[in-house]
């Protein structure tokens, strides 16, 4: 399998999470703002959504969307557990919690990427995005993880979109347990190994 990724965007997640998993994976950076691959292909031949990740399987399709491919590449090695078995009611709260991060954490962060972003409207997102986490800061003052009492791909995704925070200057201080969580997952031997391969600081 083939990871299309950029250093440090969404595609981390996955990378993260096959890691963890032990599965061989490799990866092809793409160029964020040529949409280009080291080799110089047009990435849009590959994913024409034009995002990262992008998971190329080992019989050539293309998978898309980073909870889908969480999912998958979880689902290769069950025995791991970071992902519940399909169909039980753990799996459905897995996947609640992947669209959450996904919809109301990752998408907000996406405006503030926006150098031209007004004042105002980024005051806007950093609000929203507070409202967002409160609720998280709440549920990992109860658990370590988001789902379950281990760590999951629902965590990868966490704390691959909340890296952001520092780069983009939201400022996360009211939310200790959040930033504890960051640190605890960033410590992990699989993480640290993601972001060295993607030439990321710990």
């Known amino acids: 399998m083939k990871l299309f990724y950029a250093p440090g965007a969404c595609s981390l997640a996955p990378h993260i ?3 963890e998993a032990g599965l061989e994976l490799q990866l092809e950076k793409v160029d964020f703002k040529t949409r280009t691959l080291d ?3 047009d990435f849009s031949s590959i994913n024409p959504k034009g995002y990262v990740p ?14 889908a491919i969480v999912q998958y590449l979880a689902d290769q090695k069950p025995d791991t557990a970071l992902v519940p078995a399909c169909g039980t009611r753990a799996r459905y709260r897995l996947q609640e919690m992947l669209g959450y991060v996904n919809s109301e954490i990752h998408k907000s ?8 972003i007004t004042p105002a409207a980024r005051e806007e997102r950093v609000a929203y995005l507070h409202k967002r986490y409160s609720l998280l800061e709440g549920r990992l003052a109860r658990h370590d993880y988001l789902v379950g009492d281990r760590f999951s791909a629902a965590d990868a995704y966490l704390f691959t979109v909340t ?15 959040v930033l504890a969580f ?17 030439g990321l600081a710990h």
């Open 109 to 116: 962060y996406g405006p503030l990427f926006n150098p031209a």
């Open 39 to 41: 080799s110089g292909a």
């Open 54 to 67: 992008a998971l190329q399987l080992d019989d050539g399709e293309i998978l898309t969307e980073g909870p």
């Open 182 to 198: 960051q640190k605890r997952i960033a410590a992990r031997p699989a993480v640290r190994a993601a972001l060295a391969a993607e």
């Open 163 to 177: 890296r952001w925070a520092e780069l983009l200057k939201v400022d996360l201080s009211a939310f200790p347990t």
């Open 17 to 19: 999470v096959a890691r």
